[in-house]
């Protein structure tokens, strides 16, 4: 959900890794092999999407290089997975931490997309404890939801003497 944003991103890659792949492109001279064709279009467009991006990271950290170090040497090797790498980091923590701010100061769901409830058809008899342990106590004093353990016991005192005495709240 936050990287749906990044989708239409598009990433330039550095001189040093296209004179990698260009250099590796050459010495292999065979057009078949695995990674060729992806090597040569970040040649022809010393580009990458976001999807790309996501594509090779999930191939860098997957491969085995006793079996794919051709491949892995033709998309720009320990360079390129480092570069992918830092790149998709920097962006991703990006929109986590505009997020994390926006909760901070008062918006509600900002991890997750706007919705609208059916409040029409809400059950107002449901009774809801609150998970005292749930998430740092930094956040949920900015959050205003801290709730106290005091609080909880008087309010289980409370319930208590209202069983016992037959009262009706």
Not at 32 to 43: D, E, P, V
Not at 109 to 121: I, V
Not at 127 to 148: D, E, H, L, Q
């Amino acid at each position: 959900m936050a990287n749906s944003s990044l989708k239409n991103n598009k990433y330039p890659v550095p001189d040093s890794i296209i004179t990698k792949i260009q250099k590796m492109v050459n010495k292999n001279s065979d057009e078949s092999a695995k990674g060729a064709k992806k090597a040569k279009g970040i040649l022809s467009s010393k580009e990458m999407t976001y999807p790309q991006m996501k594509m090779m990271l999930t191939f860098f950290n997957n491969c085995d290089l006793e079996v794919d170090k051709q491949e892995f040497d033709l998309l720009g090797g320990e360079d390129m997975k480092n570069w992918v790498t830092k790149m998709l980091r920097i962006d991703r923590n990006s929109i986590h931490h505009s997020k994390k701010i926006a909760m901070e100061t008062g918006k509600e769901n900002a991890f997750r997309k706007t919705h609208t409830k059916d409040k029409d058809n809400a059950n107002p008899t449901v009774v809801r404890m609150p998970n005292i342990s749930k998430g740092s106590a930094n956040r949920n004093i900015m959050s205003n939801t801290t709730v106290y353990e005091n609080e909880v016991k008087h309010m289980q005192y409370l319930i208590e003497y209202f069983n016992n005495n037959n009262k009706i709240i």
